[in-house]
């Protein structure tokens, strides 16, 4: 059986490896997903009535979001520089900084706990109104992409990232390289929610 | 690896820095512009404006697209182009008098 061409190596036409350009068109197609979820929530935001949305947005916890932003910023930076790490050849600050990233993750969904809670706690569920339907659908998601992201990184932070470095360092740093993209973007989503939901 | 390449991921190093503070500096100024008292249309592009400077600072930097193949580009220049019919759909129905409104 022959070997899967291009999985480290760049194709000559496109100067892209197999993963680099996969994640990318995956990328473009979650622009599209959360893209379409924020057309809804444009077209719900002008058909509703007149402060309803304020109303509703007022319930939420500025604080508890613009602590989330700093968290995933800081789990963004941290997921480079572990990328970085594996470049200079230090894997013991590659798994501190992953470690980092995924403590982050962590207390992302810890913050999410709390608030999804607190507004149950209150009576406030995705039913109560057009604005918290859009707002659980988006954060939702969104946690979604985090939960995902954080399997992925928790298996790059175990055993398996040792023996994948005794066996194919520029794999392992390949590889991080395109979960690192991933994480950015959900990093990215969340910069976008952030103000659209929260603050406006 | 080279003194080069290490020298040039030490380089690197130092931006993603930069750009970290840079974009916890721009929270902070999302979130103050929020107590403003302006207009919701005034707050509306504000915040999007400071969103999408923070936006560009992580595609370019952390997902470094400043220095990425054509072909991502392209891949990415078709996401947008799509992304903006999406994102204005809804601005047209708003407009037709014998649609929804």
């Known amino acids: 059986m022959s070997n899967i061409p291009y999985i480290l190596e760049e194709r000559p036409d496109t100067g892209l490896n197999n993963a680099k ?4 068109i995956f990328l473009a197609s979650e622009v599209m ?11 719900l935001r002008f058909a509703a009535p007149e402060g309803d949305f304020d109303y509703w947005g007022s319930k939420l916890s500025i604080p508890m979001a613009t602590f989330n932003t700093m968290v995933l910023i800081t789990s963004s930076v941290t997921m480079v520089m572990s990328w970085a790490s594996l470049k200079l050849q230090q894997f013991d600050k590659y798994k501190m900084y992953l470690g980092i990233t995924i403590l982050c993750a962590a207390a992302f969904l810890c913050v999410k706990y709390f608030e999804y809670t607190g507004k149950f706690h209150h009576g406030i569920y995705p039913s109560s109104s057009t604005f918290m339907g ?9 946690v979604l992409h985090i939960i995902g992201g954080m399997i992925v990184l928790i298996f790059f932070w175990t055993k398996q990232a040792d023996k994948m470095w005794d066996e194919n360092q520029d794999l392992l740093a390949n590889r991080i390289e395109i979960i690192g993209l991933y994480w950015h973007f959900v990093d990215l989503v969340w910069i976008f929610l952030f103000p659209i939901l929260y603050l406006l | ?16 820095i930069k750009v970290f503070i840079a974009l916890g500096v721009l929270t902070m100024l999302t979130v103050a512009v929020s107590y403003l008292e302006i ?4 707050a509306f592009f504000l915040a999007i404006t400071i969103a999408t400077i923070k936006g560009s600072l992580v595609l370019g930097f952390f997902m470094h697209l400043i220095s990425e193949r054509a072909a991502i580009i392209w891949i990415l220049v078709a996401t947008a182009i799509a992304f903006f019919i999406l994102m204005f759909f809804p601005l047209i129905s708003l407009t037709d008098a014998s649609g929804l409104y």
């Open chain 1, 33 to 43: 997903l959360f893209g379409g979820l924020f057309s809804a929530y444009v077209f």
């Open chain 2, 39 to 42: 207009s919701f249309i005034e």
């Open chain 2, 1 to 16: 690896m080279s003194n080069d390449s290490n020298h040039s991921i030490e380089h690197h190093i130092q931006i993603y």
């Open chain 1, 21 to 24: 350009l996969g994640i990318w």
């Open chain 1, 134 to 142: 859009i707002y659980f659908t988006l954060t939702g998601l969104h």
